[in-house]
């Protein structure tokens, strides 16, 4: 049910200057979306009427990620006036007049506060007879973060920046952790009060509410209950311990659910991946982006899984699989690379330094090693051999081969495509197969092997090896003799 009574604006306007990248901060990756998904993640789970977003820097490429995962916020445009204050000031113009329910204000770099968390402070707001209701982190180091200075009665007093706050108020420890729940009339009637009279020339939304107590309104700060829930990321210090807590949010849920992880400090597994129970992830496994693991199945060791679809209890081991589909029972890997559009029946294999890509291999198929098969369909129940090539590449255009099932190649083919080898075929080891080979038939290269005796002894007179052949010679002469004669 949409809450009629809530707005909530994201704030995302800021350059990030200390993650030093030319990606905007809130568009580095974390747990595979970037960070400003999360945060839209737990702004749409609340069911708001309104939803704002607050742009500047790198203000296209922003809001093409916010379009994507929340359809319907309202885009707002920071001028060349600073500040969150400011941020908060356009957004409210931008509310419809007659909105008189609560806004709440959180920053596009805080990535795992959720929903719960958020609920509760809407829910303690809003039992209260308060303008406004802040959330609040007790930190035992509270360097660069604004400061919660609360009076005598443990009261909240004033929120001051590190930049502006006296010694004395840089020893507090409970921090502003930059989120905000104000009643729409009060924030209202204290935003056209804002001044730049600090150290940075900049509209404070904290000046709001020291605009607020000094006008007499009732304003309270709740502290979270895990510090790092509110935690905003500003460099890439910050970006990897939330990802690393980010990452042990999510095994825990898997590992709740019925999913066997190994060694949880090695593993890493993406938001949006999908598990089912009794699927075992082994150390040194990265399952990224949307890849779905069906039950049964095993991943690892040292695979790295992206955008995958894994059937019931296939075996995946030491494997870089991207944007690949493994069927139910299927085996892969050790040292398999399985590049895009690559799908492998049921049954089927990919073994031991193989590589493929857009290719379909059949149920049951197996290309057990050493092998690069590459724009091929294989049919059901065949054999690739070992060292096997598909040459799809003219050095123009890629071309495509079709392998039939029940087909069983010899090892060290080169397949030239396009080709078609047909049903129950079989070639030769060492062919080259440059034309395609009827169902049921044997194609082989026709070459006679020659030995050229006393090569060696003429052509590398002197040389180690033509020592040893002297030295054989004799030995293989008797030998040759001993066997013509019991023939």
Known sequence: ???????????????????????PKLLHPLGGLPVV???????GALDAAHVLAVVRHERERLVEVIERDLPGTVIVDQDDIPGTGRAVELAVEALPADFDGDVLVINGDVPLLNADTLGNLIEHHRRQPVSATILSAILPDATG?????RTADDALDQIVEQKDATPEQLAATEINAGVYLFRAP????????????????????????????????????????????????????????????????VLRRWQLAGVTIQDPSSTWI??????????????????LGATVIAEGATVGP???????????????????ATLAVIGAGASVGPFAYLRPNTRLGVDGKIGTFVET???????????????????????????????TIFANYDGVNKHASEIGSHVRTGSHNVFVAPIRIGDGAYTGAGTVVRKSVPAGSLAIN??????????????RPGSEAAQAAEAASPREASETSANTTEG
């Open 37 to 43: 998904s999360h945060v839209l993640a737990t702004a």
């Open 186 to 249: 009060a924030l209202r009637e204290q935003l056209g009060k804002l001044g730049v009279d600090n150290a940075q020339g900049e509209k404070y939304l904290t000046d709001v509410i020291h605009l607020m107590r000094t006008s007499g309104d009732d304003v309270i700060a709740v502290p979270v209950s895990d510090a790092w829930i509110a935690e905003g990321i500003n460099d890439r210090v910050q970006l990897s311990t939330a990802a690393w807590r980010l990452n042990q949010i």
């Open 1 to 23: 049910m949409t809450d009629s009574t809530l707005a909530i604006i994201v704030l995302a306007a800021g350059q990030g200057t200390r993650m030093k990248s030319r990606t």
């Open 302 to 320: 040292d695979s790295t899984i992206l955008d995958c679809e894994i059937g019931e209890h296939a075996t995946v081991k030491r494997t870089d």
């Open 270 to 287: 993406d938001v949006q991946a999908k598990l089912a129970p009794d699927v075992t992830i082994l150390p040194g496994t990265q399952i």
């Open 446 to 459: 026709v070459a006679p092997q020659r030995n050229l005796e006393g090569w060696v002894s003429t052509h």
């Open 145 to 149: 973060y604004g400061r919660i200075i």
């Open 357 to 387: 890509k857009n290719s379909s291999i059949g149920d049951g198929s197996k290309v057990p090693h050493l092998s690069y098969v590459g724009d091929a369909t294989v049919g059901e129940g065949s054999n690739i051999g070992a060292g």
